[in-house]
Every structure is written in C-alpha cells, then in structure tokens.
Nanobody, 125 residues
Framework: QVQLTESGGGSVQAGGSLRLSCTAS????????LGWFRQSPTKGREGVAT????????YYADSVKGRFTISQDNAKKSLSLQMSRLVPEDSGVYYC??????????????????WGQGTQVIVSS
C-alpha cells in the first residue's frame, strides 16, 4: 500500500501561481504512474497531469497545458505540480494519485489505486 500526502494548496488571485507537492511512502516501486487530479463542486474528479516515472513521460489536460508543469523527484519520492496563470476554473480539491504501469494519456481516474487526502486550491477573480 502506498500513502500519499499533498501540501501547498491555498488561496490566490487569478493570474497567480501555486506549487503543490506530494510525498509518497510505503511500497512505491510498483507505482510508476503518478498524477494530479482535481474535483470541484460542479465537476467530477478530473485528471490534470500525470507522469510515467520511469521515463518522465507527461500528459496534461487540455485546460492546463502551457500553464501547469508536473515533475518528480525520485530520490525524495515526491511529486510536484507547478501551477501558473491560474484562473477561477482551476479551483478545487487537488489530489495526488498513483497507479501501476504506464500512464494512460486520457488521465483516467479509474486507473489509479492510491489517493491522497487532497489539498484545497481557491482562485479568486
């Protein structure tokens, strides 16, 4: 089992930036796909960005391409999401997740077995 813990959420004005972090512990070697997902009151849980840790292959939702960057630190077993040029539609609870194998380019929620508790992001206009 893998434990995931997010941090770095908060409130920011539109156009601002935030950096989210996720640390992993437990049996992490088999979890080679790591991702960020978000959920808002008006939407279901949706994929934001994922990374296949063995080769650093990344996938992004169209809505965040060019604004968000996902990265990993294998030594620290951590995952980050740098978010820039934030808009109110980016608001929600952001979750870190892990899955075995390669990442699905469609950021499918059902592929992921392990989830963090989430961190809140609020973007005000």
């Amino acid at each position: 089992q893998v434990q995931l813990t997010e941090s770095g959420g908060g409130s920011v004005q539109a156009g601002g930036s935030l950096r989210l972090s996720c640390t992993a512990s437990g049996f992490t070697d088999s979890r080679t796909c790591l991702g960020w997902f978000r959920q808002s009151p008006t939407k279901g849980r949706e994929g934001v960005a994922t990374i296949y840790t063995r080769f650093g292959i990344t996938y992004y939702a169209d809505s965040v391409k060019g604004r968000f960057t996902i990265s990993q630190d294998n030594a620290k077993k951590s995952l980050s999401l740098q978010m820039s040029r934030l808009v109110p539609e980016d608001s929600g609870v952001y979750y870190c997740a892990a899955a075995p194998g390669r990442c699905n380019p469609f950021l499918r929620v059902s592929d992921y077995d392990d989830w963090g508790q989430g961190t809140q992001v609020i973007v005000s206009s």
